[in-house]
């Protein structure tokens, strides 16, 4: 079993809608969670982080963090054309390891 | 702001040779971290530095090594190249006080051929 598990997608929605990236994990206690966006040839690109049970939110980015599920996801309010790319989440057990999920594909059709 | 800086971004080698990658990281951040990602595959973890020592190590093979010096830049060298170690070779630095918040570079690809 993967440390951390993603729908690889290709995930597609209109452009205005809400895209939903979901990521389960299986170390419980991991303690920092985070999503990348990576565009194609391109390297990872922080986009949230997330350290505590609930909502977080930033512009039109949501990470949603639910520890008992181990499960934590990522929402985007009006998706945009450049919004599509690949999202990473990754999971921090200790503070100096990350692993890595194989990533979700996003197209936002305009 | 600064960045990440790999080099070389590309390179080409043969079966059997050497290859040396280089980073240089964010000033004042103070670890450094190798990923090596396939066509389609997630970044893998090679291996990390905290403060010029070696902090973790993953899937790292033998025949690879990395050092970080003590201008906190970083070297990965491979040797005995495969084919199959064809891929993009990131690397990322953070600062302790932001820890899990990686700054990747744009990236090293190598192609064994």
């Known amino acids: 079993q993967k440390e951390v598990e993603q729908n690889s997608g290709p995930l597609s929605v209109p452009e205005g809608a809400i895209a939903s990236l979901n990521c389960t994990y299986s170390d419980r206690g991991s303690q920092s969670f985070f999503w990348y966006r990576q565009y194609s040839g391109k390297s990872p690109e922080l986009i949230m982080s997330i350290y505590s049970n609930g909502d977080k939110e930033d512009g039109r980015f949501t990470a949603q963090l639910n520890k008992a599920s181990q499960y934590v996801s990522l929402l985007i309010r009006d998706s945009q054309p450049s919004d599509s790319a690949t999202y990473l989440c990754?999971?921090?057990?200790?503070?100096?390891?990350?692993?890595f999920g194989t990533g979700t594909s996003l197209t936002v059709i305009p | 702001a600064a960045g990440v800086i790999q080099s070389p971004r590309h390179l080409i080698k043969e079966k059997r040779e050497t290859a040396t990658l280089k980073c240089y990281p964010i000033?004042?951040?103070?670890?450094v971290y190798w990923y090596q990602q396939g066509p389609g595959q997630d970044p893998q973890f090679l291996i990390s530095f905290y403060e010029k020592m070696q902090s973790d190590k993953g899937s790292i093979p033998d025949r690879f090594s990395a050092q970080q010096f003590s201008d906190y830049h970083s070297e990965l060298n491979m040797s005995s190249l495969e084919l199959g170690d064809s891929a993009l070779y990131f690397c990322?630095?953070?600062?302790?006080?932001?820890?899990?918040?990686?700054?990747f570079g744009e990236g090293s690809r190598l192609t064994v051929l």
């Open positions: 990322a630095s953070s600062p302790t006080s932001h820890t899990g918040e990686l700054f």
């Open positions: 000033p004042r951040h103070d670890t």
């Open positions: 990754a999971v921090s057990p200790t503070g100096n390891q990350f692993y």
